[in-house]
C-alpha cells in the first residue's frame, strides 16, 4: 500500500502528459526548416570596388529548396535590396542535386543541408561610411511527402565603406552558376500546371469546431444511457452505502470519498482517450476513419457488443482481474477510493463495454486527437455523476426505482441501436472497396426493420428465448417504442428517391434518377476528373469548385445533400465548375488526390473545398463542415 501511495502521483502525472499530448493544440503545426545567414567576405571595402557576401540557408532534416533554374518546383529567387551605395550585383549559385522529387513527379534541382549560395557586390565610388546590406529571398521548401507555401525573408550584414579600406580580391569558385531571377514556378512549356505552382495565400474559411461540442454532448448521453444498464444500476445504492459505512461517518468525509470515487472513473477512462491519441497521432486519426479495413473491424468490434447486449453472448472481464483489484480496495483513503473505482470500471465492463467501444470507434473515424479524450472524459462525467449527486443528497435514494425487468428491456434495446449504428461502419467499407453490395435501399431497409423490431420489443411483442415475463408496458416503453417505429417510417421516404436532412450523413448516397448522382442539388458534379474540369473552367472562364471527399465520410454527404441544396449556395455553385475528388478509396486516383490535396494545400482533412480562378490561382478554401450558409456563402463568393 506505501508503494502504491508513493506511485500513485506519479501515475496521475503520466495520464496527464498522455492528455496533454493528445490535446487539439497539437494539431496546428507551423512549419519554418529554412533559417538564412549573411555574411561578408570582408568587413571593409574601398568606393568602387567589388565585395562577396555569402548567403548560407541552414535547412533542417529531410527538408530540401529548389534551385533558381530547376526545370519544375518551387524556384529560388535571390534579390539584393536597393542602396545608394551599392551600384550593381550578380547571384551565384552552388551545384544543385539533380533528383526526381515526388511532390512534383518529375526530375528537379534542390539543396539540402547548407548550402552557400554567393553574392558580388559592386560598392558606388560615391559610396562611404557604414552600408547595411540586405538580401531578400523567396523560396519554397518541401519534404518527401509535403510542400510549403513559398515565403520571403531577408538576411544582412554590415561593412564599412572607406578610402584607407585594404583591397580584398576574390574570385567566384568552379562549380558556381549565375542564378537566374524568377518570381513564380515554370514548368518547361508554358505556364505552372495547377499541381506545382505553389499556393498563392488564398483566402481560409473553415467551420467552428461544433462537431466536438455535439460529439461531447454525444458521449455524456452515452454515459447517462450507460448508468441504466444491470451492471451499473443495481451498483450504484451499494458503493453509496460503502461510502457512508455505518452511518457514523460525517457528510463532508462522504461527499469527499464519492468525489474521489469519481475522480478516479474519470481519470482512468481519459487516460483510455489519450492513449488512442498518442498512439495514432493527429495524422493518423485524420486518417484511419477512411480506412476500409478499420472500418470493417469497427462494424465487427461494434457488433460484437451488440449481439452481447442482446443476448447472444456473455463479454466480461476475467474474474482474476476484478478480485485481485477489490482486494487493494478496502478502506475510506484516497489510494483505496481510487482502487475501488477501478473494481467499479471492471465490474461493469459488460454493460459500459458496448458503449465505450462503440464511443472509442466513433472518435476515431471523426479524425481528431481531441474526440477520443473528449468523448472518454465526457462518457465518465455522465456515468458517476449519480455516485457524486447521492452523496451530496442521500435520501435521492430511496426514490430510486428498484432494479428490473426494465433494465433487460433497456440493454435489449440498447443493442439494436448499436447495431444500426454498426451498419454504418459496414456500408462505408463497402463504398471505399467498391463492393456496391449494400445500397441506400438495402441500408434503409434494414435500418427500418430494426427500428420496427425495436419498438415491438418494447411493447412485449417480440421477446427472447432468455427473457423472462415481459412486464407491464408503462408509458416510458410505449413512449420509446413509438419513437423508434417513428424513425422506421420517417426513413421510407429515402428508399423512394427522397432526401432525409440530416440523416443523409449516415446512409449511402442514391444511385437511382433524381437525386442521383448530384444529392438532389440539381448540380452536375464530375468524378474525379480535376484535369477536365480545369480545362473546361479556363476555356469557359468560370471558377473551378474542387471538392475533395471521401466514400466513408459523414460531414461530406452532409454537405453535398444539405449545403449544397440551399438556394443561394445552389445559384452560385451553378455558375461554376464542379469536381469531386475522393481521397480515400484503393486506386491510383485516390492516391494522386490525397498527394494533390497535401501538396498544395497542406491538408488532409475532408471535406475540403478549394476554389479556383480560371487563370489557375487559389481564390480560397474552406475546411470541415459548416452550417452557416452565409459563412459558405461568402467562401463561393472568393472566386468574383
Not at 6 to 24: D, G, H, M, Y
Not at 227 to 236: A, D, G, K, Q, R
Not at 527 to 542: F, H, T
Request: aromatic share 10%; net charge negative; with cysteine.
Amino acid at each position: 500500500m506505501k508503494t502504491l501511495r508513493k506511485s500513485f502521483p506519479a501515475l496521475l502525472t503520466a495520464v496527464a502528459a498522455t492528455i496533454a499530448a493528445s490535446a487539439p493544440h497539437a494539431l496546428a503545426q507551423i512549419y519554418d526548416p529554412v533559417q538564412w545567414r549573411l555574411e561578408l567576405e570582408s568587413d571593409e571595402a574601398t568606393p568602387g570596388s567589388k565585395v562577396l557576401a555569402r548567403l548560407t540557408a541552414v535547412i533542417d532534416e529531410t527538408w530540401h529548396i529548389y534551385s533558381s533554374t530547376t526545370p519544375e518546383g518551387i524556384p529560388l529567387d535571390v534579390a539584393v535590396s536597393e542602396s545608394d551605395a551599392i551600384a550593381g550585383w550578380r547571384a551565384y549559385q552552388p551545384e544543385p542535386e539533380i533528383v526526381f522529387d515526388p511532390n512534383f513527379q518529375s526530375e528537379v534541382e534542390w539543396y539540402s543541408d547548407e548550402p552557400v549560395f554567393l553574392i558580388e557586390l559592386d560598392l558606388a565610388p560615391e559610396a562611404s561610411g557604414q552600408l547595411d546590406v540586405e538580401v531578400n529571398v523567396r523560396y519554397g521548401a518541401c519534404d518527401p511527402r509535403q510542400c510549403l507555401p513559398p515565403k520571403r525573408k531577408s538576411a544582412s550584414a554590415s561593412l564599412m565603406v572607406a578610402q584607407d579600406a585594404a583591397a580584398a580580391a576574390f574570385a567566384i569558385p568552379g562549380g558556381y552558376q549565375p542564378a537566374v531571377r524568377n518570381v513564380r514556378s515554370r514548368p518547361p512549356g508554358g505556364s505552372p500546371s495547377p499541381e506545382s505552382r505553389p499556393a498563392q495565400s488564398p483566402r481560409e474559411f473553415g467551420s467552428s469546431d461544433t462537431g466536438l461540442f455535439t460529439f461531447s454532448l454525444l458521449a455524456l448521453g452515452f454515459g447517462f444511457a450507460a448508468i441504466l444498464t444491470p451492471c451499473v444500476f443495481p451498483m450504484i445504492p451499494i458503493y453509496i452505502g460503502s461510502f457512508m459505512g455505518d452511518g457514523q461517518r460525517s457528510w463532508g468525509s462522504v461527499v469527499r470519498q464519492a468525489s474521489t470515487f469519481c475522480l478516479g472513473v474519470i481519470i482512468l477512462f481519459t487516460a483510455i482517450g489519450g492513449a488512442l491519441s498518442a498512439f495514432l497521432g493527429p495524422f493518423g486519426l485524420s486518417q484511419i476513419g477512411s480506412n476500409a479495413w478499420v472500418n470493417l473491424m469497427i462494424f465487427a468490434v461494434m457488433s460484437a457488443f451488440a449481439l452481447s447486449m442482446l443476448g447472444a453472448f456473455e463479454l466480461s472481464v476475467p474474474s482474476s482481474w476484478t478480485t485481485g483489484a477489490s482486494a487493494r480496495s478496502v478502506g475510506t483513503g484516497t489510494v483505496a477510493t481510487l482502487v475501488l473505482s477501478l473494481v467499479f470500471t471492471l465490474a461493469s465492463f459488460a454493460c459500459t463495454g458496448p458503449f465505450v467501444g462503440s464511443l472509442l470507434v466513433g472518435s476515431v473515424s471523426q479524425g481528431g486527437a481531441a474526440f477520443p479524450v473528449v468523448g472518454m472524459s465526457m462518457f465518465s462525467v455522465g456515468l458517476s455523476a449519480p455516485f457524486f449527486v447521492l452523496s451530496l443528497f442521500p435520501a435521492l435514494m430511496n426514490g430510486l426505482p428498484r432494479s428490473g425487468v426494465w433494465l433487460a428491456v433497456s440493454k435489449r434495446a440498447a443493442g439494436i441501436v448499436i447495431l444500426a449504428i454498426a451498419l454504418k461502419y459496414l456500408s462505408n467499407a463497402d463504398k471505399v472497396l467498391g463492393w456496391n453490395v449494400l445500397s441506400r435501399e438495402a441500408f434503409l431497409a434494414i435500418w427500418v426493420a430494426l427500428g420496427t423490431s425495436g419498438a415491438l420489443y418494447l411493447w412485449g411483442v417480440l421477446r427472447l428465448e432468455e427473457d423472462g415475463p415481459s412486464g407491464k408496458v408503462g408509458l416510458v416503453r410505449l413512449g420509446i417504442g413509438l419513437a423508434f417505429l417513428a424513425f422506421s417510417i420517417s426513413l421510407v421516404p429515402g428508399m423512394l428517391g427522397g432526401r432525409l436532412g440530416e440523416l443523409e450523413a449516415f446512409v449511402p448516397e442514391p444511385t437511382g434518377r433524381g437525386i442521383a448522382g448530384d444529392g438532389g442539388t440539381g448540380l452536375a458534379w464530375a468524378k474525379d476528373d480535376y484535369e477536365g474540369s480545369a480545362a473546361r473552367a479556363q476555356a469557359e472562364g468560370k471558377p473551378l469548385l474542387v471538392s475533395f471527399t471521401g466514400y466513408s465520410c459523414s460531414n461530406c454527404k452532409w454537405m453535398k445533400a444539405n449545403m449544397f441544396t440551399e438556394p443561394e449556395i445552389s445559384e452560385l455553385a451553378q455558375a461554376m465548375v464542379l469536381v469531386e475528388l475522393y481521397t480515400d478509396g484503393y486506386d491510383d486516383a485516390s492516391e494522386r488526390h490525397q498527394d494533390m490535396q497535401v501538396d498544395r494545400f497542406q491538408s488532409s482533412s475532408i471535406p475540403f473545398y478549394a476554389l479556383i480562378r480560371p487563370d489557375g490561382s487559389v481564390a480560397a478554401v474552406f475546411s470541415g463542415q459548416t452550417r452557416n450558409v452565409e459563412e459558405f456563402r461568402s467562401f463561393l463568393l472568393s472566386a468574383s
